[in-house]
Nanobody, 124 residues
Framework: QVQLVESGGGLVQAGGSLRLSCAAS????????MGWFRQAPGKEREFVAA????????SLADSVKGRFTISRENAENTVYLQMNSLKPEDTAVYYC?????????????????WGQGTQVTVSS
């Protein structure tokens, strides 16, 4: 079993920055692919970013490339999402997820564990 707890969400003006954190506990954190997803009201959950066990391989959705960065610190069992140049369309609940396989994936249903989410609101 893996427990994931997100933090760092909040209200920010367009053009601003936030850093989300996801703290993991349970099984060996360094074995997991870690991902970030988001869900806006009335929309489906969508892929944002993923990172492999070592942190050397990442994947980002086209909508956030050049603005968001995913990283991880295995010694602290934490994955981060640095979000810069935020736009109102980035407003959503952001979820952290863990995948016990070794392949970066963008499909939410392939992730095994989920956090409760943290709200990000970007005002115009």
């Amino acid at each position: 079993q893996v427990q994931l707890v997100e933090s760092g969400g909040g209200l920010v003006q367009a053009g601003g920055s936030l850093r989300l954190s996801c703290a993991a506990s349970g099984r060996t954190f360094s074995n997991y692919i870690m991902g970030w997803f988001r869900q806006a009201p009335g929309k489906e959950r969508e892929f944002v970013a993923a990172i492999n066990w070592s942190g050397r391989i990442t994947s980002l959705a086209d909508s956030v490339k050049g603005r968001f960065t995913i990283s991880r610190e295995n010694a602290e069992n934490t994955v981060y999402l640095q979000m810069n140049s935020l736009k109102p369309e980035d407003t959503a609940v952001y979820y952290c997820a863990a995948d016990l396989t070794s392949v970066l994936r963008t499909e939410s249903f392939k992730y095994d564990y989920w956090g409760q989410g943290t709200q990000v609101t970007v005002s115009s």
